[in-house]
Each structure stands twice: as C-alpha cells, then as structure tokens.
C-alpha cells in the first residue's frame, strides 16, 4: 500500500531533532500522513502546534496544515517523533483520539513536501 502525505525536509529534520530531542530511543520524525491515501498531496503551509507522550513509548508533534490539525478521515496530523522498542507509529493515531494533545506556547514552521511513499 502506498501511503500519501508529506515529507518533511531533511535538514530541517536534524534540527528539530536537535531543537525538541526524542525521548524514547528511535526517533522517527518522516513525515505527515494524508487519509485517505488515495488523495493528492498538496503544497501547503504547516507547523508543528502540539505533541503528545503516552509515557509509555510513543511521543508524536501536532501539525497545522493550512491552518488545520484536522485530517479528513477524522483524525489528527502529525508527526511520529519517537517510539519505545516495540511500539509502532500507527499507535500515534490511537494516543492522539485517547489523550487528546498539549498544544505548544508558539507554532514552529516546518517545510514539507508532498510525496507518496
């Protein structure tokens, strides 16, 4: 299955990783997933505006896109930052509808690509 979204920029990567460092030990921090996958991506405009830590293994970063953290399939964007051994980034998904999310004190904008992976 091929996934639709956007990549974020690999140098741009680096530096958040170095700017907001992942707590748990592999860090993640590909991408933004569009649902349902057989829509376009798109260019827009994005910045991180939340995270979530289930304290347990999964820590993820709330995106804007476009002004909008709401996805089309009813979930929210963002970014798997960081996973616990044995943890799986699709649980992102179920932390953020359980939890809910922290919303950061500013945005920090962030450069993503549209792509399909």
Do not use: C, Q
């Given at each position: 299955?091929?996934?639709?979204?956007?990549?974020?920029?690999?140098?741009?990567?680096?530096?958040?990783?170095?700017?907001?460092?992942?707590?748990?030990?592999?860090?993640?921090?590909?991408?933004v997933t569009l649902k349902p996958f057989n829509l376009a991506p798109h260019e827009v405009k994005a910045s991180i505006v939340g995270r979530i830590d289930d304290e347990s293994g999964?820590?993820?970063?709330?995106?804007?896109?476009?002004?909008?953290?709401?996805?089309?399939?009813?979930?929210?964007?963002?970014?798997?930052?960081?996973?616990?051994?044995?943890?799986?980034?699709?649980?992102?998904?179920?932390?953020?509808?359980?939890?809910?999310?922290?919303?950061?004190?500013?945005?920090?904008?962030?450069?993503?690509?549209?792509?399909?992976?």
């Amino acid at each position: 299955m091929r996934i639709s979204g956007w990549k974020l920029d690999r140098t741009e990567r680096e530096r958040l990783l170095a700017e907001h460092p992942p707590r748990y030990a592999k860090a993640v921090a590909d991408h933004v997933t569009l649902k349902p996958f057989n829509l376009a991506p798109h260019e827009v405009k994005a910045s991180i505006v939340g995270r979530i830590d289930d304290e347990s293994g999964v820590e993820a970063m709330v995106v804007a896109i476009d002004g909008s953290v709401d996805r089309p399939d009813g979930s929210i964007y963002h970014i798997t930052w960081s996973l616990a051994d044995g943890r799986d980034a699709r649980e992102s998904n179920d932390v953020l509808k359980e939890r809910g999310w922290k919303e950061l004190d500013h945005p920090i904008p962030v450069t993503l690509t549209p792509a399909r992976f």
